[in-house]
């Protein structure tokens, strides 16, 4: 029986199968090897020893450890047990010193290690989609806007530039977090590594160069659960940027903008089941909305870290569903904003269209700093300049008009200089330099594919 929507809707198969139970025993198994490498080399145990413990860790089955379990209700001494009865004489060096949180936590760390792999190359695909987009479209004019009114004028490339720029911030986030994030231990019960014969450090420190892993400087019974608020916090970064990225294309897509449109099979797909008109931006509201479920994961993320003394158990179960289903989701959204970002049907003509519809307005900005190099002062130029935009407004006049007919204006400024000044390609300020500033980071890390001149 399926009850998550993650086992049947949402994420990818080689995600999820990161957080499959069986991955998890098997970095687990990975661990306990580790754990028997560490004490080979230290000369605690025979080579001997330590391959039968490795060939025993090959061979525990999950259907076997849950067995175990029925009876010790334990799910990590079930896995020891398995692993003992294979490894004959040397099953006695199986775990030993150790403590469950040695062997989970740091089995959470090597998934996280998988996942990063993942989320690195997400990453980089939506930088590479953006920065396409950045060029192709990086003269074309479009509206820009502020608290939902029209603004000054833009370019869609800009635009596609500025959330380049924000996802490159939040690759740059998830390199600097893995000496923090992919962390293990092996310290034992309480931290101190008391279990370990006074070699807890040399041992540890085999243990994570086995597995590639950073190792807890602080630990306690189990790793530092700052960690994993971090992490969480992480993926709810870049869940926040992709959800203002879908709704912006969402608000484009508006009849009544008409800008850009997310891509709609016209022969087969279905807008809705009564009004066949419809043509919804359903990929990007499912990533808005998949986005609030991974920020809803902070909160948990941030109480778990509220463990009493060395540890307890409150956090064990939160965690099950915290990080596998931040991680599912946001490499599902990831992949998805790309899919819509590719396959985008841009409307230059409407861009244009909108454009011009309200250019006087939009250009009222250069039309009062072309007033103060006229000599007016700039709080006068402004008061002029929205005198006639309101007067337009209210009286449903062209702007153009209204200007040249008030006794004020028509001082400073005549009916050739309002149209060159009103000309929304000649008012874009720095935006190409701006562009290629980010793209020079962009390309710093993931290469150049596209020449932008």
């Known amino acids: 029986m399926m009850i998550c929507p993650l086992e049947f809707r949402y994420g ?14 098997k970095k687990m198994l990975k661990v306990e090897e580790a754990l028997a490498y560490a004490y080979f080399k230290i000369g605690k145990i025979k080579e001997e020893d330590f391959k039968n413990i490795k ?58 290690k998988e996942f990063y792999e993942v989320l690195e190359e997400d990453i980089k695909n939506l930088m590479r989609v953006l920065r396409r987009l950045s060029i192709k479209y990086r003269d074309t004019i479009m509206l820009g806007r502020t608290h939902g009114q029209h603004a000054l004028p833009i370019t869609f490339g800009l635009k596609c530039a500025v959330y380049l720029a924000e996802i490159t911030r939040h690759y740059e986030r998830i390199l600097e977090s893995r000496h923090r994030i992919l962390v293990g231990k092996m310290m034992g019960a309480v931290g101190t590594g008391a279990g370990f014969g006074g070699r ?4 540890e420190a085999f243990v994570m160069e086995y597995l590639g892993l950073g190792r807890e400087e602080g630990p306690t019974q189990i790793v530092g659960r700052d960690r994993y608020i971090e992490f969480i916090y992480l993926l709810s970064n870049i869940s926040t940027t992709l959800e203002r990225l879908a709704t ?24 809705s089941s009564t009004m066949a008109h419809k043509m919804n931006p359903i990929t990007s509201e499912n990533i808005c909305s998949l ?19 060395e540890r307890d158990l409150t956090n064990s179960a939160g965690e099950r569903f915290t990080i596998p289903h931040a991680s599912i989701l946001l490499d599902d959204i990831l992949n998805k904003t790309i899919w819509v970002l590719e396959n985008l049907k841009v409307n230059e003509d409407r861009m244009k269209e909108n454009l011009e519809n309200v250019k006087y307005y939009i250009m009222d900005e250069n039309i009062i700093m072309r007033l103060v190099e006229k000599g007016l002062g700039r709080q006068e130029a402004h008061e002029i300049v929205r005198r006639c935009a309101v007067t337009s407004q209210l009286q449903k006049k062209n702007f153009k008009d209204i200007f040249l007919s008030d006794n004020e204006a028509k001082k400073y400024i005549d009916e050739m200089e309002l149209e060159e000044t009103v000309r929304p390609e000649k008012y874009l300020g720095n935006y190409r330099e ?20």
Not at 12 to 25: G, S
Not at 79 to 104: P, W
Not at 291 to 309: A, G, Q, T, V
């Open 12 to 25: 990818r198969e080689m995600t999820k199968n990161i957080f499959t139970e069986e991955n998890r025993l």
């Open 55 to 112: 060939d025993a860790c090959k061979g525990v089955s999950l259907d076997r450890v849950k067995e175990i379990e029925k009876e010790t209700r334990h799910d990590i001494m079930a896995m020891v047990k398995a692993i003992s009865e294979r490894a004959g004489e040397s099953g006695r060096y199986v775990h030993l010193g150790a403590t469950s949180n040695d062997i989970i936590d740091t089995a959470v760390a090597l998934q996280l």
């Open 200 to 203: 807890a450090l040399e041992i």
């Open 248 to 271: 912006e294309i969402r608000n484009l897509q508006r009849p009544e903008i008409g800008e850009v449109q997310e891509y709609f099979d016209i022969e087969k797909q279905v807008g």
């Open 291 to 309: 986005s609030r479920i991974i920020r809803s994961f902070i909160i948990p993320s941030f109480e778990n870290n509220i463990l009493w003394h």
């Open 434 to 453: 701006i562009i290629e500033r980010i793209l020079e980071r962009v390309n710093n890390w993931i290469g150049s594919e596209e020449s932008y001149k």
